[in-house]
Every structure is written in structure tokens, then in C-alpha cells.
């Protein structure tokens, strides 16, 4: 028995995990330097960057764009404007020679050319791929150009400059920063929970998990392919996951040895019961979470994948500490620290037990009330927008705002900022494909410029200006109409049309993610519960509750409810392309923690009493703190995530954080127990031969505290 062993060799296990923590600690500051920027996948839009990426660097990105205005009555053709441009060139260059331009100083192309000839733009491309135009760059650029012709009005914007400035209320502050806002919120939960220093035992069996999580991180970083490397945010992702998660095995084991000390038992008796019954819930709980997770790889990119593929430790490792680490600790110093002991153990909660009864009761309605609003909520995700924020969208004031005023005031569409770069094999043909390109009526116009920077290996580069920003809900049909436009061999890359096919390739692998999660998590609790009705519900209703999830982020994100008081900025128009895949690997095998520890303590009451009433009520009375405490940590831990600049991190954070506390409040604590009681026998019901297929024995009815029993099934919640 694993308790048993672990009792004792406490000093082997201590000495262990104390290797393990130590070599974390020392590898944790290493870990983000082995991460790469970008999501990489197959498409063709990725592999005309692959071959941009090679010969011009930066500029799969989206630009920087300068808008360039000349005196009153000065056309750009006067011999003064182009020297004053030609020195706004020179003086970028000057300032950094790595980065590469497309102005009309250098193509004379008539197509960066504003209304009525006085104005024109500049599209500034980083050196390196993965770089972005920030704002600091942007702010450079103007400084240049002022210098160089202090007779032109300057202004500059860019995508990313424009984000950065609605999500400027937030500060990037970093994995070490949210992971202390989602530790000290998860102390303050615990310290209620308890009232005594076992509030702090979670943490420190969490600080190891997430340290040993970031060890592990390290390590899939040298085997990982060069195809699929792993993205940064896997590392915001893993931390706050893994906080949470071994935050509420923890809290799972401690609570079931405090009854167990309350019952009676001896400190060493009470370890092995609470490894031997809530250990059960835990690794149940974790194998379930990190197949959820896991499930990812099947959609085709790296960042899912090297979420998925951490998927397979962040529960394990959570699980691991919670049954080896945590037991040794208590029996060592756990009666110790148990102190004040300011609530007491062992007994069901007062509130809780009315609760169930109270929704046993009024059964009909509060499933009614339940389904209702998980059903109002999902029919809000249905007129969800997936596709990237538009410009309007993001800052609303600011400097940057004001260049993308200027920039259609000069008769320019918001489109440049999203400019498609376009790889020529042959360097001649360069000049037919703009031709044809500046025909097209859903372009504003092609350039094709000339010199060392855009011609490399007999390859050249075109750009083609959409008249909409690519990759956004109101992109229209600029991509299609290039691809289609240019001929054979030539092709079409930048950040809008990888976006487009990260779309359709993801949401194209979304019901092979959907069938594999639900239909894996559905064969396992039908073995740990012995029961088909009860896993079937348990699925149905964690598909609602992630549709009503996605309906919270449609509210927020994309129709700004609370953008303003949360983050200080507004409304993205459209939810993130991975925030929805991402949800539901992590929401669908997360939230079965809570399914888990609520119907096994329920499954252990009714065999004991052969009453699904008396089953429901001590579930919920004995699990109900414990579910709405381990939810409550999960999603401080998950808010303090969505504290992060990058957009997609943000909305995935919030968009968890927000499904954990209505999957625990609405699904377990009130449908749960009124669909439970509802169904009544039927909840138990196995067809012989489905029980013969999973080897399921029924188990007789038992004693409540007897001492050295088994758990039944799954075990129980503690």
C-alpha cells in the first residue's frame, strides 16, 4: 500500500522531492529562454513564411506603418519632398540598419501614395522573425523621421502598437508575479478552510509541484521536434494550472485526514486512511484531467500540442506530490501544525447539508434553474466571432490610435496594417504579379520594390495591401482573392492568412477532440462509478457548462462586458482562434475533478444506505466546502493568469476561471444534486454485460468509519 510505504521511507521521499525542488529552482529562470514565440503548423500560409522567414526575416510580420505628410501644396513628386523623404529612409536605416522598408523614396510606386499626392507611407519590417513592431519601435521610427525632415508631419501605428495600448491597464508582469497573486489568494481560501497552519501545507505541496512542472518543461524542450517547439504561454499555462490543481488534490487529502483524526484514528492510521480513500478521487481525478488535456494534440498546431503534451505531468506531477510528498509531511508534523483548529473536522457542514436538502426538495426547480442558465449563457456563444481583434477595436486613443487616423484620412484602408507578404521564386516575374495584383478590387494596391533588402537567391518579395485587415471577423475576401490571383509556385504568407488556417486546420480537428475527450471520460467514470446514466450526465452537462463558458467570453471579450473595469480596455470585437480549443481540453478534464469528488463521496453514501436521498445529501454536505474552496483557489490562480498582455493567454485564463466557478456553483452544487435525486435508482443502473466487459463487481453495503476499509470504486472526496 502506497501509504504505508511512504510512511515508512518518509526521509527517502523528503530527500527526493527535495533533489527534485532544488534542481526546479535552479532550472526555472533557464526555462523561458528555451521557448519560442509563434505557433508553427502546416498550411501553405506557413510554408510561403518558412521561405519568407529564410531570405527576408521579419517580414511575415505585420508592419509598422509611418504616414508621411508634406507641406500644404507640396506634391510627393516636388524634387523638396523626395529628398525630405529619402532622408526619412536613410535616417531609419541609420538608427537601425537591420530593419527593412517599403516606401515610395525607394519604389516610387504610386500605390503608397495618400489622397490628392501629399502624403505617403512607410511599411517598416523587424530584422528577425518572431519580432513585432512594438510600440518602442514605433516611437523610434517617428523619432527618426522627425529628425531627418522636421518639415513633414509624422505619425506611426502598427497592430501590435495598437494592442499594446489597450492592454496597457494590465502591465506584462510576468509567471513569478501572477504565480504569487494566485498563491496569496489561495492562502487567504485555505486559511479559511482550516483555521489553523495547515492553510499553508497546500501551498508549500504546490510551489513544489509547479517547480518540479517547470523542471519537466525543461526537459520537453530538448526532446520536443524543431516542427513543433513550445510556445511561452505554455509556461504561464503549466504554473497556474499546476498551482490550482495541486492546491485541490492537497486540499482533498488534508480535509479527509482531518476527519479521519477526528474520528479517532491514530496520526499514522489517519495518513494511510486518507491516502487509501481520498487517494483514490485524487489519481482518478488527475488520469481523467491529463487525458482532457492531453486530448490537444490531436488539433494541428504547437502551441495545443505543447499544451497537450504537458498536459500529460500537469495533473500527474499535482497528483504525485499530493500521495508521496504531502502523506510523509503529515505524518511527521501533521498534528503540529494543525493548530488553532479554529473550524472543526470531521463532521458534515451545517449549510451544506441544508442546501441538499433544500435542492432535493425543490428538485424540478432548481434543475430548471440550472439548465436554464447554462442555456441562456451557451445560446450567447452561438453568435460567437472567431478571428482576431480589428483595429478599431483595440486602442481607442493614444498616439497610435491617432497614426491610424491619419493614416485614413490620407485615403489609406486599415487593411495596410495586416499587408500580405508575398513570395516570387523568380525575382522577373515580381513586377507582373504586383501588376495583376493592383487590379484586384478587394486590394487597395501591390508594390513591388526594388534593391538588396527585397531580392535574395533570384527570389523577390511583393506586398499587397488589403482594403481589410486579414484574419479579422470583417477580413472579407483579400486573402482568397491574392491566392487566387497569383499564379502557380508564388505564395502567400503573413501573420492574417497563418491565422486563417490556424482556423480552419484547428476547428477542423475540433470534433476528433471532442469525440476522443468525451467518449474516453465517459468509459472512465463509467468504471469508477458503475453506472451509465451517471457518467453520461456528468458529459452532457460539462458540454453545457463549457458552451456556457463560451458564451461569459463572447459577453466579455467579444462585447466588452467588464473589459473596462477588469483591464481597462474595450471590447476585442472576436474571441481568440485558440481560446474556445483550448477551453475545452482544459475545462472538460478540470471540472471533472469536482464531478469526481462529489459522486464518490455520494456513491459511498448510498451504499451504505441504500438510499439515493441519504447518498446526495452526504455528498454534498461533506464535499460541498471542500468543491466551492478548491474552485474558488482555481480560479484566483487562473484570474491572476489572465493578467498577461498577450491576448490569447488573457482570454483563455478568463475564460477558465470563469467556467470553474459556474461549473462548481451551478453544475455540481445545484444540478447536479437535483438531476442526481431526480434519477434516483436509475443513477446505480449497469447492464450485466457492460459490467462484465469492465469487470465490475458490486460492492456490498458498509459501515461508515470502519476502520481499514477499502474506498469503494473511485474512493471518496474527503
Known amino acids: 500500500m502506497l501509504s504505508r510505504w511512504v510512511v515508512r521511507h518518509r526521509l527517502l521521499v523528503f530527500a527526493a522531492w527535495l533533489a527534485i525542488t532544488v534542481v526546479g529552482v535552479l532550472v526555472a ?89 501629399t502624403s505617403t507611407i512607410v511599411l517598416a519590417y523587424p530584422p528577425h522573425t518572431g519580432d513585432d513592431m512594438s510600440a518602442g519601435q514605433i516611437d523610434a521610427l517617428v523619432g527618426a523621421a522627425k529628425a531627418a525632415a522636421p518639415g513633414l508631419t509624422v505619425h506611426g501605428t502598427s497592430v501590435k502598437a495598437l494592442e499594446a495600448g489597450n492592454t496597457s491597464g494590465s502591465g506584462n508582469s510576468g509567471v513569478m508575479t501572477e504565480l504569487i497573486f494566485g498563491v496569496l489568494g489561495a492562502l487567504v481560501v485555505l486559511a479559511w478552510v482550516f483555521g489553523s497552519l495547515l492553510a499553508a501545507l497546500p501551498i508549500i505541496m504546490a510551489l513544489v509541484s509547479v517547480l518540479t512542472m517547470q523542471l519537466l518543461i525543461y526537459a520537453l524542450t530538448c526532446v520536443m521536434p ?21 492546491i485541490d488534490y492537497s486540499l482533498l487529502v488534508v480535509t479527509r485526514w482531518r476527519e479521519e483524526r477526528a474520528a479517532g484514528r491514530s496520526n499514522e492510521e489517519a495518513v494511510r486512511a486518507a491516502v487509501g480513500r481520498a487517494g483514490h478521487s485524487v489519481w482518478f481525478s488527475g488520469l481523467v484531467a491529463s487525458l482532457g488535456l492531453f486530448a490537444l494534440i490531436v488539433v494541428p498546431n504547437s502551441l495545443a500540442r505543447g499544451i497537450g503534451v504537458s498536459g500529460l ?87 497610435y490610435t491617432d497614426g491610424l ?38 486590394l487597395h494596391g501591390a508594390v513591388s520594390p526594388a534593391g538588396a533588402p527585397w531580392r535574395h537567391d533570384g527570389s523577390a518579395m511583393v506586398f499587397a495591401i488589403p482594403q481589410h485587415e486579414v484574419g479579422t471577423s470583417v477580413g472579407g475576401t483579400s486573402l482568397a482573392d491574392i491566392r487566387h490571383t497569383v499564379p502557380h509556385g508564388v505564395l502567400v504568407g503573413g501573420e492574417g492568412a497563418v491565422n486563417l488556417d490556424l482556423t480552419h ?92 469528488f462529489i459522486l464518490a463521496r455520494v456513491r459511498e453514501g448510498y451504499d451504505r444506505s441504500g438510499s439515493t436521498r441519504e447518498g446526495v445529501v452526504e455528498g454534498v454536505s461533506r464535499t460541498g466546502r471542500l468543491v466551492t474552496s478548491a474552485a474558488l483557489i482555481l480560479f484566483l490562480a487562473l484570474a491572476s493568469l489572465s493578467t498577461a498582455n498577450d491576448i490569447t493567454v488573457r482570454q483563455i485564463a478568463a475564460g477558465l476561471a470563469a467556467g470553474v466557478l459556474l461549473d462548481a456553483v451551478v453544475v455540481r452544487m445545484l444540478l447536479l444534486p437535483a438531476l442526481v ?17 469492465m469487470r465490475i463487481h458490486a460492492a456490498p453495503p458498509r459501515l461508515p468509519n470502519e476502520p481499514g476499509q477499502e474506498p469503494v470504486a473511485i474512493g471518496d472526496a474527503g
Open 29 to 117: 529562470p533557464s526555462v523561458s529562454g528555451r521557448l519560442q514565440s509563434g505557433i508553427h503548423m502546416s498550411g501553405s500560409a506557413s510554408t510561403a513564411d518558412a521561405q519568407i522567414e529564410a531570405r527576408y526575416g521579419g517580414a511575415t510580420s505585420d508592419p509598422g506603418v509611418l504616414v508621411l505628410g508634406l507641406p500644404k501644396g507640396e506634391p510627393v513628386t516636388a524634387p523638396a519632398a523626395r529628398a525630405g523623404l529619402r532622408a526619412v529612409d536613410a535616417a531609419i536605416k541609420k538608427a537601425d540598419p537591420r530593419v527593412r522598408l517599403v516606401s515610395y523614396a525607394s519604389t516610387g510606386a504610386r500605390t503608397l501614395v495618400g489622397n490628392g499626392g
Open 677 to 693: 435525486s431526480l434519477f434516483g435508482k436509475l443513477n446505480w443502473w449497469m447492464p450485466p454485460g457492460a459490467a462484465r466487459l
Open 505 to 596: 486546420s484547428t476547428y477542423g480537428a475540433f470534433p476528433l477532440l471532442f469525440a476522443v475527450v468525451a467518449l474516453t471520460t465517459f468509459l472512465l467514470l463509467a468504471r469508477g462509478l458503475k453506472s451509465i446514466l451517471l457518467p453520461a450526465k456528468a458529459v452532457l452537462l460539462n458540454i453545457l457548462s463549457v458552451a456556457a463558458s463560451y458564451g461569459l467570453l463572447v459577453l466579455v471579450f467579444q462585447h466588452g462586458l467588464g473589459m473596462q473595469t477588469f483591464w481597462g480596455a474595450r471590447s476585442y470585437g472576436a474571441v481568440g482562434t485558440l481560446a474556445p480549443v483550448l477551453i475545452f481540453g482544459f475545462l472538460f478534464g478540470v471540472s471533472m475533478d469536482y464531478e469526481v
Open 226 to 246: 524543431s516542427s513543433s517547439p513550445l510556445n511561452p504561454a505554455v509556461q504561464y499555462i503549466v504554473a497556474l494550472l499546476g498551482l490550482g490543481l495541486s
Open 313 to 399: 505531468f500537469i495533473p500527474s506531477t499535482a497528483v504525485l506530490v499530493a500521495l508521496t510528498l504531502l502523506p510523509a509531511v503529515l505524518s511527521k508534523v501533521g498534528p503540529r501544525v494543525d493548530w488553532p483548529r479554529r473550524r472543526r473536522a470531521g463532521s458534515a457542514s451545517r449549510f451544506w447539508t441544508w442546501w441538499a436538502v433544500l435542492v432535493i426538495r425543490y428538485r424540478m426547480l432548481a434543475a430548471a434553474l440550472g439548465l436554464a442558465i447554462l442555456g441562456a449563457l451557451a445560446a450567447v456563444a452561438a453568435t460567437i466571432d472567431i478571428g482576431l481583434p480589428t483595429t478599431s477595436h483595440l486602442a481607442t486613443s493614444g498616439v
Open 405 to 442: 487616423h491619419a493614416l485614413q484620412a490620407a485615403g489609406f484602408p486599415a487593411g495596410t496594417l495586416t499587408t500580405v507578404p508575398v513570395y516570387v521564386p523568380h525575382a522577373p516575374d515580381a513586377a507582373s504579379v504586383a501588376s495583376s495584383l493592383d487590379s484586384v478590387d478587394s
